[in-house]
């Protein structure tokens, strides 16, 4: 049976990247899926495949930062796919310009929160009160390795650590309306916006063997970096009813990076 059969999910983020080949994964096991992406080539793009596959898919034009946005994505949800099971945060990111508090530029800090931290709240606001009208639900939030280590990425650490404690405070404050809420920890993960990060230094990281950032103990990390998919697997389980038992978590998807 589809692990996701007849569930609604709404995906942010999912023109590319993880969020792409998670809203993939869902719709091959049963969920019907609304792509919430800011860029409508990408965000209609990935719903036109999806249908082309079979499956129910939406692409709603969202800017996750914008309280109006959101409000209005979740509403539209409601009214064409008629109930919402699932949100999977997945829109965010670093910013190059992300460096230790002495010398950070606070223009990163805005956006990096703004992003990562407000969208994530954003969402969530909007889309409990749709989730209880359906009788509950899986929040799957995105946080980070960069949450459980130290790293030079100051401002993106704080916010994907953040979303940690909002998903831990989501799991205690709405269990009883039958909502659960985790989090995924990824480390490096292949999507092309990090391949575009690493330039030249791609094949290093491709192998896993090499030691691309100082914050990364690439030499330590024998599985190597991950690939969308890999995490598109972690939400799913997430997701679907067969993790009914796990709330208030986050799962690291990290080959054991954070171990170390
Ligand atoms: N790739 C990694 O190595 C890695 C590692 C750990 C955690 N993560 C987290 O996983 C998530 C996905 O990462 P990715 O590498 O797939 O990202 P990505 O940059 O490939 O894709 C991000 C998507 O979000 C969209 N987006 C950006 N701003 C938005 C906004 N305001 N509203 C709606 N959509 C918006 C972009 O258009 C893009 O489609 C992020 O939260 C990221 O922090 C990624």
Redesign the pocket.
Known sequence: MARLGDKVAII?????????ATAKLFAQEGAKIII????TD??EAVAEEIRGSGSGALFIA?????SA?VEQTIAQTVKHFGRLDVLH??????IPEDAPIDTVDWDVWDHTM???LK?TMLCCRFAIPAMIQSGGGSIVN?????ALQGTSLHV?STA?GGIISFTKSLASSYAKEGIRANA???????????KGRFGDKLDELESGAGKVLSTFRMEKYPFG??Q?ED?ANVALFLAADESRMVNGSYISADGGMSAY
């Open positions: 942010t983020g999912a023109g590319v990247g993880i969020g792409r919430a992406e800011m860029n990408t965000g969202t800017d996750v930062t914008d946005s945060n997945c829109a965010g990111g670093s703004s992003l990562d969208g995105m946080s980070s390795v960069v993106y994907k995924i920890c990824p480390g490096i993960v292949l999507t092309d916006r990090v970096v991950g969308p995490i």
